[in-house]
């Protein structure tokens, strides 16, 4: 059918409009009126006053008609790569050095916490009533509270003049042993400058100043 187009479309000398329709193709196109062919299946109509006649042609509708398409040919999008950046010999240094610093601050710190384990245990007695030669927190002395102290954290110091057995110190920690107007008094030392102790039957065992109880000398286990 499409070749019977293209002949009459080169004798004619215009090109053809082809039309599909669901029931069936038909196909108009431009012809001289003294070329109208009246083969089966066609009819023709004259067109008053007119150079043309309009054919219709019908066509089965199992007819098949193909048309040509572009071939488009695709490419995948390139892969991009992501590039990491690598570390600078400086850069790792300074990362050894920084976990270095992390690592010493910690030692320090645990070292630290078990020093002031006393000292948190000596928090514990605050309120304590003061009884001469009591070693329990019913009623201790100075000597009974600091040996009650130690005793805590699995220490053993002698009940007076524990200082004997410890180690003098100028810089002491959380914990050491403060004893005061040579050897009259005893107490924990916990940190700043300040102690705690069992002073005397009407304040009992309190958080008091260094300085506040007379001259001191410090002592420690380490």
């Known amino acids: 059918m499409s070749n019977a187009v293209s002949a009459n479309a080169g004798t004619v000398g215009r090109q053809a409009a082809v039309i599909a329709a669901a ?18 299946g066609v009819s023709a109509s ?22 040509e398409r572009p071939a488009v040919k695709t490419a995948p999008a390139p892969k991009v790569e992501t590039v990491r950046a690598q570390s600078t ?16 601050k910690l030692a320090g710190a645990v070292s630290s916490a078990a020093a002031s384990g006393l000292a948190a245990i000596a928090y514990t007695g605050i309120g304590h009533p ?3 030669g009591g070693t329990t927190p019913n009623g201790w002395d100075c000597s009974g509270f600091t040996q009650w102290v130690y005793a805590q954290a699995g220490i053993s110091i002698p009940r007076t ?11 002491p920690a959380p914990g050491d042993l403060v004893m005061q107007n040579g050897g009259a008094h005893v107490g924990i030392y ?33």
């Open 23 to 40: 029931s069936g193709l038909i196909l108009s196109m431009g012809l001289p009126a003294n070329a109208a062919d009246s083969a089966a």
């Open 46 to 67: 004259a067109e008053s006053g007119s150079a043309q006649t309009a054919l219709a042609v019908t066509a089965a509708p199992t007819a098949l008609v193909s048309f």
């Open 89 to 104: 010999a400086s850069e790792t240094g300074a990362s050894r050095a920084s976990e270095a610093t992390s690592a010493s």
């Open 130 to 132: 003061y009884v001469w």
């Open 161 to 171: 003049n524990a200082w004997t057995a410890m180690k003098p110190t100028s810089t």
């Open 190 to 222: 916990v940190g700043n400058g300040m102690m705690i102790s069992a002073l005397n039957p009407s304040q009992g065992t309190l958080l008091h100043s260094v300085a506040s109880t007379g001259t001191s000398s410090f002592f420690t286990l380490q």
